[in-house]
């Protein structure tokens, strides 16, 4: 064993000791988890359930004492709709669709584009949706008091706690990754005094929504899901269904079963119904089965394997939590929030805090609710924009993977947030959707390699068309992929990753990149048909468009991230030259009459300001792109476009919050500190739910974008990195002058093991995998820098601002560092 693990053991033996019940400030006699919150309202709606998740499952409580629901959702659970609709070859028109482009007729080439689909209109993939739920009814004699509910991070056990005249009750719930099955716990003050109810049923709404959704939901459910049955006996609740419109490749049918154990008490089964007397607790393990093939059940497999399950709920938590709470409790954030603030409600935390005065107990919980949040919805697939949790048949845009924007929101903080193994499950979805890519590449644009869509699911065709919506021309999104690709290996410095998974989908983007740009009579190549995702320039006001800034910047950082992997792997040797001409050839960027860089590179389209995607930040989404560093001009036209919409478009309350981290990334990369800040404010206060859920819209529209990107910023505030050199507190507002963080992940192979600032004075502990030098660069110019423990060399870095460091394989160095 490493000591690594050695380390990450004896943690875990301390952890498991006291992860049932941390006692920190209590509140109606439900302990205040240490690292998690407590919650004074049950939910009204789905989305203001508690929310656990091991990747593949997920469960939602809704915690209503005597009347509850549990929402159960699987990762793959995309609802059959029909055939996927393969992209028509329309490539030998693409020449007319270009000539109207040059010709100004932006719209007639949007139209015809459109035309050539063959589509009725817009076509979202397969939509993310429920499986089924449990309802769960008790008694009470007298009132119900005392009511709180909880989720330990730490554990992933979410709580409800009421008392009645009898004492205190509660339900306990987690998902397992150890054992892949949800499981609940149901018990009271003493023994015998558990009664229940439970029941699994369809996900027909009855919760207070909107009524339209209601509605919309309700017929989806009943054209889309057949043959639904359920069933009850002494042991087991189990729920079927089919899907009407299943298709070759598609899941046919669903299998749901809850294993049910009671201690003492009576179990009696009227229909679908099993009724539970006078039990000491009542324990309940829930799996899903999706069936491909509907001559293959599984369900008695899946009875058998839930009662091979030993029915001990501490025992399964202990086995679940060296697993999830591993994860979790690698990083850890202190910027300021009082102790007794996080002995308080999340209700309360978020009506006192403002934007004037932001409560950093609050940004503390959200930070670590937020990578729960993503570490629970994480499996084999990465998060779609709900996560791994559903409430209707009818999600906005269909929940799926949206990721002109959304997915790389919510990866944003996989690597730097200390969990590399979850960035596995994006490239392996990339990877799975590649034929679809070549399609469409094919198809479209006549041209080799790949295109991947605005969204996706089941497959990835791209039917991201309509007479006034230009998905289909998006051409940047591949190349943002490969940029994923990449910094999986810069983090991690996996050599074969880089050869067998990142090479490959980087060749592919050059080869569509190669087939699909044309010289224009400049000399400069042209990116026609394109479109700056969801935006349109202020002009035309239709999306067709040429020269988007985000292609430009895409297409950069791809071929000159292609060119370094080739001569570190020693292939590609005939291919560099025609890589770096092409370099040479990009358009440049460009100014508006403001200064602000341009979303479109040409006169010819004018920027559109008050959009709440921001694509043309592409280069500064993941740190500051070379060129943007060597040209204070450049950087100064970037950072007017973050002042101008975080002090205009979003200056009201939470507009779409992955816009709002697009604009964190972009200042954190400039070292904007006080925009970064900015940011932080509406990201905390604006598209959170008591049940630290994170929201698209203002604290509405359940979402797991910012879950990813919040902690993004934060950390990039604090820490960043690019091979050779690391970057200290380099965009550290005003507002938070002392604080700490553990944990952090850097490229090349570097953890910050823990970082510690107090106004002019830093303690940095680093380690390195390898032996390497590099540079430290910090805020202020250096007064001095001693080394308090662990063997490093240090020498001058060039500048008053950085030290040159040696560090050692696998030896950490705690360095003091006092700025003048």
């Known amino acids: 064993m490493t000591s690594k693990n050695v380390q990450r053991l004896t943690c875990l033996v301390a952890l498991i000791a006291v992860l049932l019940f941390v006692q920190a400030t209590a509140s109606a006699k439900l302990p205040v988890p240490k690292r998690g919150f407590i919650s004074a309202e049950p939910a009204a709606t789905w989305e203001q359930g508690l929310i656990s998740g091991n990747g593949t499952l997920g469960a939602n409580m809704f915690c209503r004492p005597l009347d509850d629901t549990i929402v159960f959702t699987h990762e793959r659970l995309f609802l059959p709709m029909g055939d996927p609709v393969v992209p028509p070859d329309t490539a030998s028109q693409l020449f007319k669709v270009r000539e109207l482009i040059d010709r100004g007729l932006y719209k007639q080439a949007t139209q015809y584009a459109f035309d050539l689909s063959g589509q009725d209109g817009f076509m979202y993939p397969d939509p993310f949706v429920p499986a089924f739920d449990m309802n769960i009814k008790m008694d009470a004699q007298g009132d119900v008091t005392d009511y709180m509910r909880s989720v330990d991070f730490q554990t992933g056990v979410a709580t409800v706690h009421w008392a009645d005249d009898r004492g205190a009750f509660e339900r306990k719930m987690f998902v397992s990754r150890a054992d892949k099955v949800v499981v609940l716990q149901i018990t009271g003050p003493k023994a015998g005094l558990v009664n229940c109810r439970l029941q699994l049923t369809p996900r027909t709404l009855s919760d207070k929504i909107n009524e339209r959704t209601r509605q919309q939901s309700n017929?989806?459910?009943?054209?889309?899901?057949?043959?639904?049955?359920?069933?009850?006996?002494?042991?087991?609740?189990?729920?079927?269904?089919?899907?009407?419109?299943?298709?070759?490749?598609?899941?046919?049918?669903?299998?749901?079963?809850?294993?049910?154990?009671?201690?003492?008490?009576?179990?009696?089964v009227e229909d679908s119904t099993m009724t539970i007397t006078g039990a000491d607790q009542v324990l309940v393990f829930v799996d899903i089965q999706l069936i491909y093939n509907p001559r293959l059940p599984r369900l008695a497999e899946t009875k058998e394997r839930l009662s091979n399950i030993t029915p001990d709920f501490k025992a399964l938590l202990e086995r679940h939590v060296r697993i999830h709470g591993e994860m979790f409790m690698r990083m850890k954030l202190n910027v300021g929030g009082m102790p007794e603030d996080h002995g308080r409600t999340t209700e309360a935390l978020l009506a006192e805090s403002t934007n004037?005065?932001?409560?950093?107990?609050?940004?503390?919980?959200?930070?670590?609710?937020?990578?729960?949040?993503?570490?629970?919805?994480?499996?084999?697939?990465?998060?779609?924009?709900?996560?791994?949790?559903?409430?209707?048949?009818?999600?906005?845009w269909a929940s799926d993977f949206t990721h002109n924007g959304n997915v790389p929101s919510a990866i944003a903080a996989m690597m730097r947030g200390n969990t590399p193994e979850l960035m596995l499950a994006y490239t392996r979805y990339i990877e799975s959707i590649v034929p679809y890519m070549e399609i469409n590449a094919r198809h479209i644009f006549g041209a080799r390699g790949i295109v991947l869509p605005s969204r996706s699911t089941t497959h990835a065709y791209n039917n991201a068309l309509a007479p006034s919506f230009a998905g289909g021309m998006w051409v940047a999104g591949a190349s943002w992929t490969a940029h994923f690709f990449y910094d999986y290996y810069l983090y991690t410095g996996d050599e074969t990753f880089l050869a067998e998974h990142c090479l490959p989908i980087m060749e592919k983007c050059a080869m569509f990149w190669e087939d699909y740009l044309v010289e224009g009579p400049d000399g400069k190549l042209k990116f026609s048909p394109t479109t700056s995702p969801e935006n349109f320039p202020a002009n035309t006001?239709?999306?067709?468009?040429?020269?988007?800034?985000?292609?430009?910047?895409?297409?950069?950082?791809?071929?000159?991230?292609?060119?370094?992997?080739?001569?570190?792997?020693?292939?590609?040797?005939?291919?560099?030259?025609?890589?770096?001409?092409?370099?040479?050839?990009?358009?440049?960027?460009?100014?508006?009459?403001?200064?602000?860089?341009?979303?479109?590179?040409?006169?010819?389209?004018?920027?559109?300001?008050?959009?709440?995607?921001?694509?043309?930040?592409?280069?500064?989404?993941?740190?500051?792109?070379?060129?943007?560093?060597?040209?204070?001009?450049?950087?100064e036209g970037f950072r007017k476009i973050v002042e101008y919409k975080l002090e205009n478009h979003y200056k009201k309350a939470g507009f779409m919050s992955f816009g709002v981290v697009q604009l964190g990334q972009a200042a954190t990369s400039l070292g904007e500190g006080?925009?970064?800040?900015?940011?932080?404010?509406?990201?905390?206060?604006?598209?959170?739910?008591?049940?630290?859920?994170?929201?698209?819209?203002?604290?509405?529209?359940?979402?797991?974008?910012?879950?990813?990107?919040?902690?993004?910023?934060?950390?990039?505030?604090?820490?960043?990195?690019?091979?050779?050199?690391?970057?200290?507190?380099?965009?550290?507002?005003?507002?938070?002058?002392t604080g700490s963080v553990q944990g952090v992940l850097c490229r090349g192979q570097i953890e910050v093991k823990d970082l510690t600032w107090d106004k002019?004075?830093?303690?940095?502990?680093?380690?390195?995998a390898i032996k390497q030098s590099i540079i430290l660069q910090l805020p202020g110019e250096i007064d001095t820098v001693d080394k308090v423990d662990g063997k490093v060399s240090i020498r001058s870095g060039g500048n008053g601002h950085s030290k040159k460091i040696t560090l050692y394989e696998n030896m950490p160095v705690t360095l003091d560092i006092v700025l003048k």
């Open 760 to 768: 002019k004075k830093i303690q940095v502990t680093l380690k390195s």
């Open 541 to 635: 006001r239709n999306q067709g468009s040429f020269n988007a800034t985000m292609d430009v910047a895409a297409a950069k950082e791809l071929l000159t991230n292609l060119i370094t992997v080739s001569k570190q792997l020693k292939v590609n040797k005939k291919k560099i030259p025609v890589w770096q001409a092409m370099l040479e050839k990009m358009p440049p960027y460009m100014y508006n009459e403001d200064g602000f860089v341009k979303e479109w590179l040409t006169p010819k389209l004018a920027d559109a300001l008050n959009h709440r995607h921001s694509s043309h930040l592409y280069a500064l989404y993941d740190g500051l792109d070379p060129e943007i560093e060597r040209d204070p001009e450049l950087a």
């Open 356 to 396: 004037e005065n932001l409560n950093f107990a609050l940004v503390e919980k959200e930070f670590d609710a937020a990578r729960y949040n993503i570490i629970s919805c994480t499996g084999e697939l990465p998060p779609v924009l709900q996560g791994v949790w559903a409430g209707t048949y009818v999600p906005s």
């Open 219 to 268: 017929a989806r459910f009943s054209t889309h899901i057949a043959d639904v049955n359920t069933l009850a006996d002494p042991s087991f609740l189990t729920f079927t269904n089919s899907f009407a419109k299943a298709y070759p490749g598609s899941i046919h049918n669903l299998e749901g079963v809850a294993k049910v154990k009671a201690t003492g008490g009576k179990v009696s």
């Open 674 to 737: 006080e925009l970064a800040y900015a940011a932080l404010v509406r990201l905390a206060n604006s598209y959170w739910l008591g049940n630290m859920a994170s929201m698209h819209n203002h604290r509405s529209l359940f979402n797991m974008d910012i879950s990813g990107g919040m902690p993004a910023v934060i950390l990039k505030m604090l820490v960043a990195s690019e091979l050779g050199r690391i970057k200290l507190l380099p965009a550290l507002p005003k507002a938070i002058p």
